[in-house]
């Protein structure tokens, strides 16, 4: 078996964009779906019962859904009820959406981890449902929260390969593309790996700056 290297090189520039939609994907639905998260979140614990119970089975739906099936019915159902999105654009929504929902459920553990006596005592002073979630509840949990979200956004890292399926031109559909090609899967399949490992060990090694740094200021 022969390991020839010359079919990357001569096909840098494709994998290079690649990478970088790989990325767009990733981080533009991440973001999406943390802020679409923390939103539920609040509405779940500050919201009426029957907008939480809606919430609720909003949740299980796409929890219970798997991201395949929602990416086939985002791309290529949403075109019979209107909704006609390019394949880029249609594979951040989805990661936004699937993903949202598991932010939530992280947000939520993290609000009902801070004790009732500070919540209490903020009352006390005088402070609002919105000022109790911004100054007592957030900087609180977010330590602890950390390592879960994490470990969510290095699961949605790996999860951007399947948007190869509705033709998103990431790492996944091209190097898979080259080696259909050029007959050279070892190499291509190769460089994948180590791509997706690159992402996810920066990730993680961001992840636990983030948590030393957050760590250091509660303890101020």
């Given at each position: 078996?022969?390991?020839?290297?010359?079919?990357?090189?001569?096909?840098?520039?494709?994998?290079?964009?690649?990478?970088?939609?790989?990325?767009?994907?990733?981080?533009?639905?991440?973001?999406?779906?943390?802020?679409?998260?923390?939103?539920?979140?609040?509405?779940?614990?500050?919201?009426?019962?029957?907008?939480?119970?809606?919430?609720?089975?909003?949740?299980?739906?796409?929890?219970?859904?798997?991201?395949?099936?929602?990416?086939?019915?985002?791309?290529?159902?949403?075109?019979?009820?209107?909704?006609?999105?390019?394949?880029?654009?249609?594979?951040?929504?989805?990661?936004?959406?699937?993903?949202?929902?598991?932010?939530?459920?992280?947000?939520?553990?993290?609000?009902?981890?801070?004790?009732?006596?500070?919540?209490?005592?903020?009352?006390?002073?005088?402070?609002?449902?919105?000022?109790l979630m911004w100054r007592v509840q957030l900087p609180q949990m977010l330590v602890l929260i950390l390592p879960s979200i994490i470990n969510m956004l290095t699961i949605l890292c790996k999860e951007t390969a399947v948007l190869s399926i509705i033709t998103v031109p990431e790492l996944t559909a091209v190097l898979t593309g080259i080696g259909t090609r050029t007959f050279?899967?070892?190499?291509?399949?190769?460089?994948?790996?180590?791509?997706?490992?690159?992402?996810?060990?920066?990730?993680?090694?961001?992840?636990?700056?983030?948590?030393?740094?957050?760590?250091?200021?509660?303890?101020?």
């Amino acid at each position: 078996m022969t390991f020839d290297l010359s079919i990357i090189t001569a096909n840098a520039d494709a994998i290079w964009n690649a990478f970088l939609v790989t990325i767009y994907t990733w981080l533009a639905g991440s973001v999406l779906g943390l802020i679409a998260g923390l939103l539920i979140a609040a509405l779940m614990l500050f919201g009426g019962r029957p907008l939480q119970r809606l919430l609720r089975v909003f949740i299980e739906l796409v929890r219970g859904t798997p991201f395949l099936v929602i990416l086939f019915l985002v791309y290529y159902g949403g075109p019979s009820f209107g909704l006609r999105l390019g394949a880029i654009t249609a594979g951040v929504v989805c990661i936004a959406g699937y993903s949202s929902v598991y932010f939530a459920e992280i947000f939520r553990s993290g609000f009902a981890a801070v004790p009732r006596g500070q919540l209490e005592a903020g009352e006390c002073l005088g402070l609002g449902r919105l000022q109790l979630m911004w100054r007592v509840q957030l900087p609180q949990m977010l330590v602890l929260i950390l390592p879960s979200i994490i470990n969510m956004l290095t699961i949605l890292c790996k999860e951007t390969a399947v948007l190869s399926i509705i033709t998103v031109p990431e790492l996944t559909a091209v190097l898979t593309g080259i080696g259909t090609r050029t007959f050279t899967f070892i190499e291509t399949l190769l460089v994948l790996c180590i791509a997706y490992l690159l992402l996810i060990e920066i990730t993680s090694r961001a992840g636990r700056w983030l948590e030393r740094r957050v760590g250091t200021y509660l303890q101020r």
